[in-house]
């Protein structure tokens, strides 16, 4: 009997110390598993946004080559070879097919003049094969001095200043008369972009003609009038 109550005292005493060991031990096996949830989160989280910078930088990337891909397309735009226009002219031989270098702005029908025909490049290139083959030539200069300001001054008895500018390099001529033809005064063969001559020599009270004429490098000749009437 002794021996049943000792077994019975010493089980009421065992058996709560497992049952707070085995408590204990899942309460360990939770917080362990709520950390290793803890963990993973924070490893997905991290990864998200490594993941989201790699993506920004890669479109930033991108668009950093769409930009230069831009800028070397206008490059390459910019040094595009001029365009070859061709035009059917009456020259010292005759009509010819004249090849010019021009930018589109010069594609003008009339462009060499009025003795020269634009034709498309189609027609141009046959008739090049029975005129024989030209050498393209640079665009020609056609465009004559631009007279501007044309001024007489220092009007007096028998003399006058007479001046104007050229918006080119070019020389200058003064005639002067009371009637046709007029005489020429002076010419300066120097080209510049002033001209200014002094006429003396005039009679009082006297209307005079002037004719002032000015030409560049390339032969174009700008001309224009004007009149004074000298002092008592």
Known sequence: MKKILMVILIASIVSPAFAFADNDKSERKGENKNNTQKSVQMAQKTEKKELKNEVKSFKKEKKKEYKEHKEEKKEIKKIKPRKVNYFFCVTATGWNVVPVDAYKDNNSANYLGEDCV???SSIAKRLQKVIGDTTATSTPDIITPIISGLSVSSVATTSATVSWNTNELATGKLWYGTSTPLTLYM?????????LFNLIGLTA????NLLIESVDGASNTATSTASLTTTN
Do not use: A, C
């Open 205 to 208: 009270s006297t209307t005079y």
């Open 187 to 195: 010419q300066n063969t120097t080209p510049s972009l002033s001209h």
């Open 118 to 120: 634009k034709l498309p």
